[in-house]
């Protein structure tokens, strides 16, 4: 059966569904398994997709704190629907956001994300959901799309939803859903302290055959030495920074997409010292039947296990964050598109995608000059031997790359290289592990901060180094 690709997403992303727990035993967070709890993971951000760290991240009597990198985890009782909010204070303003999640018994694995706004100038939108005869749908799910997630509202009996909270000036991608019905997706502008109008009408459908497999998919591994652990770290948007930088590199996408952080409380593989982040990326095609995807991850070819279920009609990559990955072990993925008129019922997963593979690169070290020592120009740059480096890139920055700086495209940019895209003598090809600074003048008395990014050949796995300090003399 022939199936029509629709348009592309907006801002944001769409819809979730209720897995039946009969039919999706197999999938990680449904089924019978697993005790009375449910474990929430999930990233806030502000409407730009920027990470919202220290964040209060409350849900019943569950409450947890935003991490630097703005995500959040923590365990909630109980199955069914519940609402997640998040709260700072930014600029010394209240900001503020929350969403509805559907609870699984057993869950460990979800994608949670909240926006948050400042509070003096929240819109929100409202409506209804009905049949194609006028009758409301009880229980039907509206997802308002934002930069890495959406804004989850469930409809009352009535057909009717509401959500508030949201960030004006934009306009928002919303779909609604209910199993065993095409989704809608339309889109509606949100004025500041304004409700604005948008219901829905699904049609009920037969199949319609098996999702197309996703395609173009590719993968970039990354190992980071400093773990995100503090709210208060201030070098995480140089990280950041670092990963627009590759993926530009490699023709990937480098603005806001989706995020799903996977966490597992034992068998930590990950070094201490360090995070391993493997990324995937496919080309967008949107289906008025699409639930999202699964994900597959194994150590062999087309891996049968599935580690996550994206569910996201609007996706367009997975960032698999797993204290279980390890450096050197092959990991191989497929993804699989998921469609709202099977799934739900039988738990059929359309065909993968190709198979894709990374193989994390292990921790690298800056070794000198370290720690604020004082140096006379031109300092010796040093770094320890990474296995399975083709290159090493050296970046050397005048001042600190904090987070605000590192996301804005005018703020500090590294002196060295001054121009990235062509690095001369500050890329060095492995097995070497020093560089001569090689860059402008440096003035005496003055803080230098700088890092090192080892990569394979093709970028396809990299790892960055703790960000040092060195006085020039």
Wanted: one cysteine or more; charged letters at 20%; hydrophobic letters at 40%.
């Amino acid at each position: 059966m022939r199936r029509d690709r629709k348009v592309r997403r907006h801002v944001g992303w769409g819809t979730a569904l209720l897995c039946a727990a009969a039919a999706l035993a197999a999938f990680p967070g449904c089924g019978s398994g697993g005790g009375s709890s449910a474990g929430l993971a999930g990233v806030v951000t502000d409407a730009e997709g920027q990470a919202v760290a220290g964040a209060r991240v409350t849900s019943g009597g569950a409450s947890t704190v935003s991490l630097s990198n703005g995500s959040f985890t923590m365990s909630v009782g109980g199955t069914g629907y519940r609402t997640v909010r998040a709260e700072s204070t930014i600029g010394g303003r209240r900001w503020s956001g929350e969403t509805r999640v559907d609870l699984v018994k057993g869950e460990q694995n979800r994608s949670v994300n909240i926006v948050v706004s400042d509070e003096r100038y929240q819109g929100a939108v409202a409506g209804r959901v009905v049949d194609q005869s006028g009758f409301g749908f009880d229980g039907a799910k509206v997802f308002v799309g934002g930069p890495l997630g959406s804004t989850l509202a469930i409809t009352d009996r009535s057909g009717n939803y509401e959500v508030g909270r949201l960030t004006p000036g934009f306009t928002y991608t919303v779909t609604a859903s209910f199993a065993g019905y095409l989704n809608d997706t339309r889109t509606v502008s949100v004025t500041a302290n304004q409700t604005s109008a948008l219901s829905f009408a699904l049609a009920a459908s037969n199949p319609q055959g098996a999702i197309p497999a996703p395609r173009d998919v590719s993968a970039q591994a990354w190992t980071i030495a400093a773990t995100i652990t503090r709210a208060d770290d201030p070098a995480r948007g140089l990280y950041e920074w670092l990963k627009h930088v590759y993926r530009r590199k490699r023709g990937l996408p480098d603005g806001p997409v989706a995020r799903v952080i996977e966490r597992k409380g034992a068998g930590r593989v990950t070094p201490a010292d360090s995070v391993i982040e493997v990324d995937l990326f496919w080309e967008y095609d949107s289906y008025n039947d699409l639930f999202g995807y699964a994900v597959k991850r194994g150590t062999a070819a087309n891996p049968s296990r599935v580690v996550a279920v994206l569910r996201d009609p609007l996706a367009a990559a997975f960032f698999d964050l797993d204290s279980a990955l390890s450096p050197y072990t092959r990991y191989h993925y497929t993804v699989h598109g998921l469609d709202t008129i099977d799934f739900p019922d039988n738990g059929l997963v359309g065909p993968g995608s190709a198979d894709v593979a990374a193989r994390p690169l292990g921790r690298l070290h800056a070794e000198g000059p370290i720690g604020g020592a004082q140096v006379t120009p031109p300092p010796l740059l040093q770094w320890s031997a990474v296995s399975g480096a083709d290159t090493y890139q050296v970046y050397v920055f005048d001042q600190f790359p904090d987070l605000q700086n590192a996301d804005d495209p005018n703020g500090v940019a590294p002196i060295w290289p001054e121009d990235i895209d062509r690095p001369g003598s500050s890329l060095v090809n492995a097995p070497t592990t020093s560089v001569r600074y090689a860059g402008p003048a440096l003035r005496s008395g003055r803080t230098y901060y700088w890092l090192v990014v080892a990569s394979d050949v093709g970028g396809e796995a990299l790892s960055a180094s703790q960000l040092e300090r060195f006085v020039a003399r």
